[in-house]
């Protein structure tokens, strides 16, 4: 399930959307009330301007009566696995065209963020926006990841069935709860995969092999073709994000927890990390981040786990 206190402020850019240039944000304090009404035990849920969901079913936009019809609306999906897709049917569309339509985007966009980055998804940007309009208009849309969203102006209506699919070859995800494990494999390619978490969290190496399978786990490994980065940020843009460590090498099922110095502070010179024993990472910022880089030459993957931490102080404002 997702957790409501995100801690995200959800801004919506125009630069990815050719939409009214009106704009909302919404707070840290109402995204768990979005989530808890998203879990009504309703047949068919009604949606509003601005919204979360998670839950598998039918739901209902209808402008209220009182609405700003100048307003940008936006409604962020994601499925409940990691490795599952956002399928949306969308159908019944009321949506003027003269004024930006329905548009789906494959992905998030967070305060100018783009989830997963242009650099990084199997498509580019323009490959990434579909959009839909008119009266008795209907919509398809499967997502390449655990998220996708829509936007549309208010002043409109439509149904829409979301569901989820099951994604067989998962790279990028956002994770939908403040604790779990995920892996991370390239599948022999060049190319890289992220997790994302939206909260400070303790990370966890159980498992990885990333480049040479013969050298045992070590840290600091950036000047390395494959490696592991964990980073941490306020967003979701990982050229902006701190990187906390680096690791590259193999490692068998690990078990114990083992200290470890930071490279962006006070650093020591140890280079080997573990053998048969665990690595735990703190990333104390709003966001944290596990990112596989891969050259393609080697079958890299990696398990790691989660868990939320309270983090005092935001490092990273």
Same mark, same amino acid.
């Given at each position: 399930?997702? *957790?409501?206190?995100?801690?995200?402020?959800?801004?919506?850019?125009?630069?990815?959307?050719?939409?009214?240039?009106?704009?909302?944000?919404?707070?840290?304090?109402?995204?768990? +009330?979005?989530?808890?009404?998203?879990?009504?035990?309703?047949?068919?849920?009604?949606?509003?301007?601005?919204?979360?969901?998670?839950?598998?079913?039918?739901?209902?936009?209808?402008?209220?009566?009182?609405?700003?019809?100048?307003?940008?609306?936006? *409604?962020?999906?994601?499925?409940?696995?990691?490795?599952?897709?956002?399928?949306?049917?969308?159908?019944?569309?009321?949506?003027?065209?003269?004024?930006?339509?329905?548009?789906?985007?494959?992905?998030?966009?967070?305060?100018?963020?783009?989830?997963?980055?242009?650099?990084?998804?199997?498509?580019?940007?323009?490959?990434?926006?579909?959009?839909?309009?008119?009266?008795?208009?209907? $919509? *398809?849309?499967?997502?390449?990841?655990?998220?996708?969203?829509?936007?549309?102006?208010?002043?409109?209506?439509?149904?829409?069935?979301?569901?989820?699919?099951?994604?067989?070859?998962?790279?990028?995800?956002?994770?939908?709860?403040?604790?779990?494990?995920?892996?991370?494999?390239?599948?022999? &390619?060049?190319?890289?995969?992220?997790?994302? !978490?939206?909260?400070?969290?303790?990370?966890?190496?159980?498992?990885?092999?990333?480049?040479? #399978?013969?050298?045992?786990?070590?840290?600091?490994?950036?000047?390395? #073709?494959?490696?592991?980065?964990?980073?941490?940020?306020?967003?979701?843009?990982?050229?902006?994000?701190?990187?906390?460590?680096?690791?590259?090498?193999?490692?068998?099922?690990?078990? !114990? &927890?083992? +200290?470890? +110095?930071?490279?962006?502070?006070?650093?020591?010179?140890?280079?080997? !990390?573990?053998?048969?024993? $665990?690595?735990?990472?703190?990333?104390?910022?709003?966001?944290?981040?596990?990112?596989?880089?891969?050259?393609?030459?080697? +079958?890299?993957?990696?398990?790691?786990?989660?868990?939320?931490?309270?983090?005092?102080?935001?490092?990273? !404002?």
């Amino acid at each position: 399930m997702i *957790v409501g206190a995100l801690v995200f402020v959800f801004l919506i850019i125009q630069d990815v959307y050719s939409m009214p240039n009106t704009r909302r944000e919404i707070e840290k304090s109402e995204l768990s +009330e979005l989530r808890k009404r998203s879990d009504a035990p309703q047949s068919q849920k009604t949606l509003d301007c601005f919204d979360m969901v998670g839950i598998e079913g039918e739901y209902l936009y209808i402008p209220t009566d009182n609405a700003d019809r100048t307003m940008l609306c936006t *409604v962020y999906f994601i499925a409940n696995s990691m490795d599952e897709l956002v399928d949306l049917r969308i159908r019944n569309i009321d949506m003027p065209c003269n004024e930006g339509g329905l548009q789906m985007f494959d992905g998030w966009n967070l305060g100018g963020d783009v989830f997963p980055s242009a650099d990084e998804h199997d498509y580019p940007m323009e490959d990434r926006q579909f959009e839909t309009c008119g009266e008795d208009s209907e $919509g *398809v849309f499967i997502s390449s990841q655990n998220v996708a969203m829509i936007s549309f102006p208010n002043s409109g209506r439509f149904q829409l069935f979301f569901r989820a699919k099951k994604n067989s070859r998962p790279c990028h995800a956002i994770a939908p709860d403040s604790s779990g494990e995920y892996n991370l494999l390239n599948y022999g &390619e060049r190319r890289n995969c992220s997790l994302f !978490v939206i909260y400070p969290v303790k990370m966890s190496v159980i498992q990885m092999s990333v480049g040479d #399978p013969t050298t045992e786990t070590k840290l600091k490994c950036f000047n390395e #073709p494959d490696q592991l980065q964990f980073l941490e940020g306020n967003g979701f843009d990982h050229a902006l994000m701190q990187t906390e460590q680096v690791l590259c090498g193999s490692t068998e099922m690990v078990e !114990v &927890e083992q +200290e470890y +110095e930071s490279v962006s502070r006070d650093t020591s010179n140890t280079t080997f !990390v573990c053998n048969r024993v $665990g690595l735990s990472i703190p990333l104390q910022c709003q966001s944290s981040a596990v990112r596989l880089i891969s050259s393609g030459e080697t +079958e890299n993957h990696v398990r790691v786990k989660f868990s939320k931490i309270t983090s005092s102080v935001n490092e990273c !404002v």
